[in-house]
């Protein structure tokens, strides 16, 4: 998926966000899936629920059923197209607080739609909210997948790893990778992307890569909106903040909104990694050895 749950919602307006202060001390768990992805603690207008942590959404999604629990209004109707077969209805209610990692965000607007395709199909189990771009936006958090662990940093902390600068493309955060030792490209930072990496058709055809000689395959995929068959291959390579990657699965994705690349979880987990979107910034620390230039 070029990211998980990223939907472009016609017409919203992103508003900033007002963090509370957090707990810095702190360690918040990361609660692994059995579909590759992470969920949170969090809370919607005081009531707790377990979130899908999604950097690449470019707003927070709540599941209808949920919205009914907590008495929410149906919302202003729209649009919205996430990495699924069709476009999904979805209402924007405004006024509603969502906490997560000590952080409080007040007067939020989220997008209220039915979420149980994506849970069932994707995680295996029930989802009730998809935490997007807000928490990110709001705060420097530190994301260890491998110790299961994530930190609200401070700004004046200096984070390890290496310091890479952010570009916002079609509403969401990305960064510059190498593929196949070729030009940097600039890849989507999805923490919601569970499976392979994504290759938008444009940067396929650029780089020729389903007609060069190298199988191509089809698996399922999709996430909000339904599922889809997508074309797979296989990249010789992958440069990201230095470390290479090599026989690194990937699918195609055709949606025209994607980005030239897409990493998700598959990648990340490699790294602690350290997000500023204010600044517009990311640290990027391998957890292991890996092939990487000093």
Known sequence: MRCFARAFVCCLLALPALAGAADRSRSYPLIPTSGGRLLVEARVN??????LLDSAAETSFIDRALAQRLGLAQGTAVAAQGSGAAPVDAG???????EAFGLALPDQTVAVTELADVGT???HRRLDMILGREVFDAARLQIDITHHSLRVLGAAARPPGVRLALSTQKGIETLGVRVEDGPTVQAALDFGNGSQVLVGA????????????RPVGHAAGGGLGGARERQTITLSSLEVAGCRFR???????????????NIGVSILRHFRVTTDFAAHLVWLEPEAPLKCRP
Do not use: K, Y
């Not at 005081?46 to 979130?51: I, K, L, M, R």
């Not at 924007?92 to 969502?98: A, D, S």
């Open 46 to 51: 005081g009531v707790p629920v377990q979130a």
């Open 92 to 98: 924007l209610v405004t006024g509603v607080r969502l």
């Open 121 to 123: 199909r994707l995680l």
């Open 202 to 213: 444009a940067l396929a055809e650029r780089l020729n890569l389903l007609h060069d000689g």
């Open 247 to 261: 026989a690194v699965p990937a699918a195609l994705d055709v949606q025209p909104s994607a980005t030239d690349l």
